[in-house]
């Protein structure tokens, strides 16, 4: 059964940067498309970023594009999202799942999601 633990969160500034990591751990070998969604209190959630099982093509959320970076290193079983020029509406809980495209519902396996907490 896949794992997956996100870590990395915490309180950072405005304008500051965070990495965020998904670890994946299971008895399958196999590598996966995945994603970050977040979540807002309040809020729905929403999508930020996907990446092949490669790593070769990735997509974004047009709000998130040029400022986050989705990376994998399949090796290590691992997953990461870049956060730079943080602002206070990037507060959420960050989630990373197995899929493909913008919609949550399209996602098989989540992790239990870390905090981000941008201040002013």
């Known amino acids: 059964q896949v794992q997956l633990v996100e870590s990395g969160g915490g309180l950072v500034q405005a304008g500051g940067s965070l990495r965020l990591s998904c670890a994946a751990s299971?008895?399958?070998?196999?590598?996966?498309?995945m994603g970050w969604f977040r979540q807002a209190p309040g809020k729905e959630r929403e999508f930020v970023a996907a990446?092949?099982?490669?790593?070769?093509?990735?997509m974004y959320a047009d709000s998130m594009k040029g400022r986050f970076t989705i990376s994998r290193d399949n090796a290590k079983n691992a997953v990461y999202l870049q956060m730079n020029s943080l602002k206070p509406e990037d507060t959420a809980v960050y989630y990373c799942?197995?899929?493909?495209?913008?919609?949550?519902?399209?996602?098989?396996?989540w992790g239990q999601g870390t905090q981000v907490t941008v201040s002013s």
């Open positions: 799942a197995r899929g493909w495209g913008t919609n949550h519902r399209e996602y098989g396996y």
């Open positions: 299971g008895r399958t070998f196999s590598t996966y498309p």
């Open positions: 990446i092949n099982r490669v790593g070769g093509n990735t």
